[in-house]
Nanobody, 116 residues
Framework: EVQLVESGGGMVQPGGSLRLSCAAS????????MTWVRQAPGKGPEWISS???????YYAMSVKGRFTISRDNAKNMLYLQMNSLKPEDTALYYC??????????RGQGTQVTVSS
């Protein structure tokens, strides 16, 4: 059974930083492409970043240059370093295995709130 548990969310002021973590189990983590997705209130899920099994990384334009995705295959962990946070980054953040569009491939999420 795929299990993905996110942590590290919280409330931060604009311009601040947070580091999200995702503990993965129940599948071969190192062989899977992994993704961070977010969902703001009243909106659908938004893809923000992926990291392939070979370490290649991809970012949505809305977060490029501010967010950094990384993985530790030895620990089955996925990370998202978020810098220069903006109020529009407020959302529930999920980690997911490919394909992220399948709900059972996503964790329960961790809330990020950016507000002064």
């Amino acid at each position: 059974e795929v299990q993905l548990v996110e942590s590290g969310g919280g409330m931060v002021q604009p311009g601040g930083s947070l580091r999200l973590s995702c503990a993965a189990s129940g599948f071969s983590f190192s062989r899977n492409d992994m993704t961070w997705v977010r969902q703001a209130p009243g909106k659908g899920p938004e893809w923000i970043s992926s990291i392939n099994s070979d370490g290649s990384t991809y970012y949505a334009m809305s977060v490029k240059g501010r967010f950094t995705i990384s993985r530790d295959n030895a620990k089955n962990m996925l990370y998202l370093q978020m810098n220069s946070l903006k109020p529009e980054d407020t959302a529930l953040y999920y980690c997911a295995k490919f394909p992220w569009t399948i709900a059972t491939n996503r964790g329960q999420g961790t809330q990020v709130t950016v507000s002064s």
